[in-house]
C-alpha cells in the first residue's frame, strides 16, 4: 500500500512494519524491547487493507490492544475499521494468524485496561488526556 510523502505518521508506521517484517517482528528505537504487533484491518470506507504497528498486553492465551490514539480525543483510525470488519490478521514475531477483535465492555474492559497500566503505565496518562474512554480491544484467534 503505497504511503504519501505528505503523511509522517504514515512514514514513520511504514518504516517501523519494514522493520518488523524483516526481523522477525524485531524493531529498535521507541520500541526496542517492547510487546509489539502489527495489526491489518479492513478500512471501514475504503474497504483496503491498512496495517499499523501496535503495543499489546498479554492475559493468558489471550491478546488485547488499546485504542489510545496518543490520548486524542477521537478513536484511532484502525478501531473505527476493526468496528466495521472485525476479522483481522495479527503479525507477532514471525507468526501470522486471522483474528476476530471484540471491544471489551464493563468490568472485563476496566481489568484489561488495568492491566495494561500496570505492564504500560503510559496507558493511565492518555486516558487522563482524554474524555473518552480508551477501547480495550480482545483479538481473538480464529485459526490455528
Known amino acids: 500500500m503505497p504511503v504519501p510523502s505528505d503523511n509522517p505518521m504514515a512514514a514513520f508506521n511504514r518504516s517501523i512494519i519494514e522493520e518488523f517484517r524483516a526481523n522477525g517482528g524485531k524493531v529498535g528505537g521507541p520500541f526496542e524491547g517492547g510487546d509489539l504487533l502489527l495489526l491489518t484491518t479492513t478500512g471501514a470506507r475504503s474497504g483496503q487493507e491498512r496495517t499499523v504497528p501496535l503495543g499489546y498486553i498479554r492475559d493468558g492465551a489471550s491478546l488485547f490492544v488499546i485504542g489510545s490514539a496518543g490520548g ?3 478513536h484511532p483510525a484502525w478501531y473505527r475499521n476493526l468496528l466495521a470488519h472485525p476479522m483481522v490478521r495479527v503479525e507477532i514475531g514471525d507468526e501470522a494468524f486471522r483474528a476476530v477483535a ?3 465492555e464493563g468490568a472485563r474492559r476496566d481489568e484489561l485496561f ?3 497500566v500496570r505492564k ?4 493511565a496518562g492518555y486516558q487522563a488526556g482524554t474524555s473518552r474512554i480508551l477501547p480495550v480491544i480482545v ?3 480464529s485459526e490455528p
Not at 504500560?120 to 496507558?123: C, L
Open 114 to 116: 488495568e492491566k495494561a
Open 120 to 123: 504500560a503505565p503510559g496507558y
Open 102 to 104: 471484540v471491544p471489551a
Open 72 to 74: 486524542s480525543d477521537r
Open 139 to 141: 483479538l481473538e484467534r
